[in-house]
């Protein structure tokens, strides 16, 4: 359809005559001219809010859009391939979540299928978002639809998200910059695009009413307990304060308002009954009447104790040892080892990878004899002289592994010049390595006789990513981190999981980095997703180039991981979030495919 076709249609809707288009759009067309004053004659570019609004828009949805990321993540692996792109935005219109493919990054950007592009229909005109939130229905806004000729060649697949007293939160939509042109064709998007909604309000509704009953309910059992049509939250006398949009809609059908009115008025039951509708019974015996003649099938899900924040239990550990660890059971078992050879004037042996924290560990089981005696550190690469000794008090021997033969050879003159020293003028002495000097020994690297004299005990500090006490490290290092500046610091619900997804290979010292670079990108007092550096293991041959510039624009088949990583400029977290998997995911691919060092 040409431009002048298009303006010629607009006005004959407009004049009230009969036009092939749905009444939805027609409808919004009519809003355009009438209410909003757009001219269709005067196309204008995508709307792209300045990065202090996007930041704003994205601070008031960060509970949502954390609670939304992993379905549209799933809902990204589904379309992977086929161009679409993935767009969540506020009830405003303002797009703060966004999933497409790399390599369209600069077109997508100048289409407005981007982060802090704004569809509200007052401004972008008819489009799938702006016409989703007017109507708060699902629609296909597709190519011609469009009022605005910027957005003709755009098919636009939206459904709206609803909170659960029933307020419009968000839209979620698939788009495609091309698309075949038949509308019909995009009726599995918008199934899925409904589908994926009707997840995020469900996922949205369990993570506010932990604490309350949830009864769940659908037509059919089979996906009852994985993937049901619609739940509602009780109170404990079983009124309803929460539902899923579906569950509003097909309670309201039987007439009143469904917030705050008793459960029995809409299930043949009572919240006595909810415990028989556990799982557990049979899916099948699971079957709830509903007042109008119906049935459906029930899943009850009990209220979850409310987590108390777990006072750590009086460990009996020193005070230097307490601070380095929370609930992590490796390192409660590391540090209560710590503990007891801390009085002893037994050598160690400290491993771990780099950055675990080895340093800090020596200091504090040095810092365990309140006594103040010196810690002298000794860097080992290479052939250090080993020339003064502490009097008491730790000899430190940093990078042992890195010792070269002449350097073994000192060590163990100058452990024998220890062993003669009265006992209280011998230091102790402690190692720490980041690859292990047992391995070393057997591939005849490592004097054995020097490492069987130093590793009579061996403590072994777990790596980052194993840690279980992640949050409280986070929280612990972004405090120390964040220490000498003025007001308080907070990690928004998204960047924390982006944070707790890497792999962390230079451990605590790279995370501390992260948070510092972190701090100075934030704007506020949350650090959120867009202020995160990227992993310090991509390329350092990142240009200052947006993804995707320069690329060719290809079609069809899904990017190869490849294409994906250089797109990204070797940013496997920017790369995991364009293919909709997790960062160990592409970590795992690429190292498979022999695509970075390992
Ligand atoms: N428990 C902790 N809490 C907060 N920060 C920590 C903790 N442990 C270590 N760090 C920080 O992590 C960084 C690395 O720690 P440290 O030097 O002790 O590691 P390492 O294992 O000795 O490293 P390398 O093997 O590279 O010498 C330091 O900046 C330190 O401040």
């Excluded at 209220?303 to 460990?315: E, I, N, W, Y």
């Excluded at 949050?471 to 707790?500: C, I, N, T, Y």
């Amino acid at each position: 359809m040409s431009d002048r076709e298009h303006l010629r249609e607009i006005d004959q809707v407009l004049n009230g005559r009969a036009s092939g288009r749905d009444a939805v759009v027609a409808q919004s067309w009519r809003r355009c001219v009438e209410q909003y004053g757009l001219d269709p004659a005067k196309p204008s570019p995508a709307h792209i809010v300045e990065a202090s609004r996007l930041r704003e828009h994205r601070e008031q949805s960060e509970r949502l859009i954390a609670i939304a990321r992993s379905g549209l993540q799933a809902l990204f692996r589904q379309i992977a391939g086929q161009n679409y792109v993935l767009l969540l935005a506020d009830a405003k219109g303002v797009t703060v979540d966004f999933f497409g493919d790399p390599r369209f990054e600069d077109e997508l950007r100048r289409a407005g299928l981007y982060l802090g592009s704004d569809w509200s229909e007052d401004l972008a005109g008819t489009c799938g978002v702006g016409s989703c939130i007017t109507t708060r229905e699902a629609v296909t806004i597709h190519q011609t639809d469009h009022f605005d000729m910027t957005h003709t060649p755009l098919s636009c697949t939206a459904a709206p998200i609803f909170d659960t007293v029933g307020e419009l939160t968000a839209v979620l939509d698939i788009s495609l910059l091309r698309s075949p042109q038949p509308k019909i064709s995009q009726t599995l998007a918008l199934n899925l695009v409904k589908t994926s909604a009707r997840r995020v309000e469900m996922a949205n509704l369990m993570a506010m009413h932990r604490g309350e009953w949830v009864l769940r309910f659908s037509s059919s059992p089979e996906l009852l307990d994985v993937d049901p049509d619609a739940a509602v939250a009780l109170d404990g006398s079983g009124r309803i304060i929460g539902m899923t949009r579906g569950a509003g809609e097909a309670l309201s059908r039987q007439g009143g308002p469904v917030l705050g009115a008793p459960i029995e008025q809409f299930f043949e039951l009572g919240i006595d009954n909810l415990p028989d509708l556990m799982r557990g019974v049979p899916t099948e015996d699971r079957v709830i009447g509903l007042r109008d003649g119906q049935a459906a099938f029930g899943h009850a899900i009990a209220p979850q104790r409310p987590r108390k924040a777990r006072a750590l239990p009086d460990s009996g550990l020193p005070a230097a040892l307490r601070s380095l660890a929370g609930s992590d059971p490796a390192m409660s078992v590391l540090l209560d080892r710590a503990a007891r050879l801390a009085p002893t004037r037994l050598p160690l042996l400290i491993r771990g990878e780099t950055g675990t924290g080895k340093d800090r560990l020596a200091r504090a089981i040095h810092d365990c004899d309140v006594r103040p005696r010196p810690f002298m550190a000794v860097n080992c690469i290479g052939a250090p002289g080993f020339d003064t000794l502490p009097e008491g008090g730790t000899l430190f021997l940093d990078n042992l592994h890195d010792l070269d033969p002449e350097g073994q050879a000192r060590l163990l003159c100058l452990l024998d010049r220890i062993a003669a020293c009265p006992a209280r003028q011998r230091p102790r002495i402690i190692a720490a390595a980041s690859a292990d000097p047992g391995v070393a020994v057997q591939a005849g690297r490592f004097r054995q006789d020097l490492f069987f004299r130093i590793a009579t005990a061996i403590l072994d500090v777990p790596p980052l990513r194993r840690r279980t006490d992640f949050d409280w490290l986070l929280d612990r290092v972004l405090r120390m981190a964040a220490h000498h500046r003025p007001g308080s610091f907070r990690l928004s619900p998204a960047a924390r999981a982006e944070l707790k997804s890497r792999d962390w290979p230079g451990n605590l010292r790279e995370l501390a980095g992260v948070l510092e670079a972190a701090l100075v990108q934030a704007e506020g007092s949350v650090i959120d997703l867009p202020d995160l550096p990227a992993p310090a293991l991509a390329p350092a041959a990142c240009g200052p180039q947006p993804c995707g510039a320069g690329k060719e624009i290809a079609a069809g088949a899904p990017p190869p991981l490849a294409d994906v990583l250089e797109a990204c400029n070797g940013n496997m977290s920017l790369a995991a979030r364009r293919l909709g998997v997790n960062r160990s995911t592409v970590l795992r691919r690429a190292r498979r495919a022999g695509l970075r060092p390992a």
